[in-house]
C-alpha cells in the first residue's frame, strides 16, 4: 500500500490568502507553502483513491507523477474518492472532478445529505460526469486491495449544514493493504481521543492524525477569538502526545496544520516537543510505504 500525501493544511491553506499574520507573512517570504488536507492511497500502484478532495486538488494531481494518465490516454489511475467529513476544505476539490469520466464519492449518509442539500455538489457536477454515492459503512475492499474500516469521531457539521440531521459528520478511516495486513489510520479531525478512536488506532503501522493546533488557546492569542481548539473539533497536538506516548510501535504524523499554528514551519522549536515524543508533522507529497 502507498499513501501519498497530497496536502496537510488546514482550511485556506499557508499561506492564507487574506492574511498578513507573522506566520503567513513568513510561510509567503520562505516559500514554505502548505496546501488543504488531503491524501491519495492505492493497495496496488495503479488503481488510486483520493481521500478527501481538497480546494487545490488540481494542483496536488499534477504534482503527483502517479496520479496522470498514461501518455496517449485520458484513463485517470483515480478510481474514486472518500471523504472525512463534508467540510468544505474537504470537498470544495469535486468540482475539479466533474472532467472525470465517472466518479464514486464514498461517504457517510450524513456527509451525503450535505452534498445533496446544504451544498448540492453532486447534482451540480452529476451535469457534467456520472456520479455514483456510495454510503460508506466499513467492510468494504477498496479495488487495488485495500480493506476500509472506519470510527464515527465527532457530530460537527460544517457551518453551512447547521440545519442538518445525522450522526456520522465526521470520520476516520483505516485502510489495510490485504497483501501485507499493514494499515494506516487518517484522522484529519479528532475531537477527542476516546474508546473508539484507541480500538481503530490499535497496532496500526502509521497514524494521520488532526494537527490543526499545536495547543488549546492557539486561536484565542493569536486573533482574540473565543474559540478553543476542542471546540472547534480539534484536539491540539499537545493534548494527544500523553496518548501517543501509549502506542511506542505506531508512527504519529500530524496533518491538517492551521495557519496558527508554530509547527508548520520546518525551524520552530516545538518540534523537539515532537520528536521527544516520536512524533512529527506530515510534509507535503510525502510518500508513506506500507509493504
Ligand atoms: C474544520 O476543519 O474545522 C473546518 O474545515 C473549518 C472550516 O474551514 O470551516
Ligand atoms: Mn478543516
Ligand atoms: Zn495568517
Known amino acids: 500500500m502507498r499513501v501519498r500525501v497530497l496536502g496537510t493544511a488546514a482550511g485556506g491553506g499557508l499561506p492564507q490568502w487574506n492574511c498578513g499574520c507573522e506566520s503567513c507573512?513568513?510561510?509567503?517570504?520562505?516559500?514554505?507553502q502548505r496546501t488543504q488536507d488531503c491524501l491519495a492511497i492505492s493497495g496496488d500502484g495503479t488503481s488510486w483513491y483520493l481521500v478527501n478532495a481538497s480546494p487545490d486538488l488540481r494542483t496536488q494531481l499534477l504534482a503527483t507523477p502517479e496520479l496522470r494518465p498514461e501518455p496517449g490516454t485520458r484513463r485517470t489511475p483515480v478510481e474514486g474518492v472518500l471523504l472525512t467529513s463534508a467540510e468544505?476544505?474537504?470537498?470544495?476539490?469535486?468540482?475539479t472532478l466533474r472532467e472525470?469520466?465517472?466518479l464514486t464519492i464514498h461517504a457517510t449518509a450524513a456527509v451525503h445529505r450535505a452534498l445533496r442539500q446544504a451544498f448540492p455538489i453532486t447534482e451540480v457536477i452529476g451535469n457534467y460526469t456520472t456520479v455514483r454515492s456510495e454510503e460508506i459503512a466499513g467492510g468494504q475492499v477498496l479495488a487495488g486491495g485495500i480493506a476500509v474500516e472506519l470510527v464515527g469521531v465527532?457530530?460537527?457539521?460544517?457551518?453551512?449544514?447547521?440545519?442538518?440531521?445525522?450522526?456520522?459528520?465526521v470520520v476516520a478511516y483505516r485502510f489495510t493493504d490485504a497483501a501485507s495486513g499493514r494499515s494506516l489510520v487518517y484522522a484529519p479531525c479528532l475531537p477527542a481521543w476516546n474508546?473508539?478512536?484507541?480500538?481503530?488506532?490499535?497496532?496500526?503501522?502509521?497514524?494521520?492524525?488532526?494537527?490543526?493546533?499545536?495547543?488549546?488557546?492557539?486561536?484565542?492569542?493569536?486573533s482574540g477569538s473565543d474559540r478553543p481548539a476542542r471546540s472547534m473539533g480539534h484536539l491540539p497536538i499537545r493534548a494527544a502526545l500523553p496518548e501517543i506516548a501509549r502506542h511506542p510501535g505506531t508512527r504519529f504524523l500530524f496533518t491538517h496544520?492551521?495557519?496558527?499554528?508554530?509547527?508548520?514551519?520546518?525551524?520552530?522549536?516545538?518540534?523537539?516537543?515532537?520528536?521527544?515524543?516520536g512524533a512529527a508533522i506530515a510534509e507535503?507529497?510525502?510518500?508513506?510505504v506500507l509493504e
Open 257 to 277: 496544520l492551521n495557519n496558527t499554528n508554530p509547527l508548520a514551519h520546518p525551524d520552530a522549536p516545538e518540534h523537539a516537543e515532537l520528536r521527544a515524543a
Open 284 to 288: 507535503e507529497r510525502q510518500l508513506l
Open 25 to 32: 507573512c513568513r510561510a509567503a517570504e520562505l516559500g514554505t
Open 88 to 95: 468544505l476544505d474537504h470537498t470544495l476539490g469535486l468540482v
Open 100 to 102: 472525470a469520466g465517472r
Open 195 to 222: 474508546e473508539a478512536f484507541e480500538r481503530i488506532i490499535d497496532g496500526a503501522d502509521i497514524v494521520l492524525l488532526d494537527g490543526t493546533f499545536h495547543t488549546e488557546d492557539e486561536l484565542t492569542r493569536s
Open 154 to 169: 465527532g457530530d460537527k457539521r460544517p457551518r453551512y449544514a447547521s440545519g442538518l440531521p445525522g450522526a456520522d459528520w
